[in-house]
Each structure stands twice: as structure tokens, then as C-alpha cells.
């Protein structure tokens, strides 16, 4: 994962997405290719929230 990741801008990729993909005018490869970022960015999003909940976690 990137050092400056920022969770903020991933869901706000995921919310720009799932309208993308609700949309009867996109075409099946779009969609492909968004569920694919899709998947990208929520291994992201996982391991943020992990580090943030092993940190809290940890007393750090």
C-alpha cells in the first residue's frame, strides 16, 4: 500500500464508480475495468483500516 493513501479519496472513487456502474449507458468492458479498480481499491481500504485498527489496538 502507498504511504500517502487517503481513505477519504478511495471511497469517494468507490462512490464515483457504483454510479458508473449503475448507469444503463455504460458498456460491459467499462464496467469490467471498474470492478477490477474497484478491487484495487478496496484491498487498499482493508489494509488501512487494518494498520489504523492495530495501531489503536496497539496503544500507538
Same mark, same amino acid.
Given at each position: 500500500? *502507498?504511504?500517502?493513501? @487517503?481513505?477519504? %479519496?478511495?471511497?469517494? @472513487?468507490? =462512490?464515483?464508480?457504483?454510479? *458508473?456502474? =449503475? $448507469?444503463? $449507458?455504460?458498456?460491459?468492458? $467499462?464496467? $469490467? /475495468?471498474?470492478? *477490477?479498480?474497484? %478491487?484495487?481499491?478496496? @484491498?487498499?481500504? /482493508?489494509?488501512?483500516? /487494518? ?10
Amino acid at each position: 500500500m *502507498k504511504e500517502n493513501f @487517503e481513505y477519504a %479519496k478511495a471511497v469517494e @472513487e468507490l =462512490e464515483a464508480i457504483a454510479a *458508473k456502474v =449503475e $448507469d444503463p $449507458d455504460t458498456s460491459i468492458d $467499462d464496467i $469490467d /475495468r471498474y470492478m *477490477k479498480r474497484s %478491487k484495487e481499491l478496496l @484491498e487498499s481500504c /482493508r489494509a488501512y483500516l /487494518r494498520g489504523r485498527r492495530e495501531s489503536l489496538e496497539g496503544g500507538e
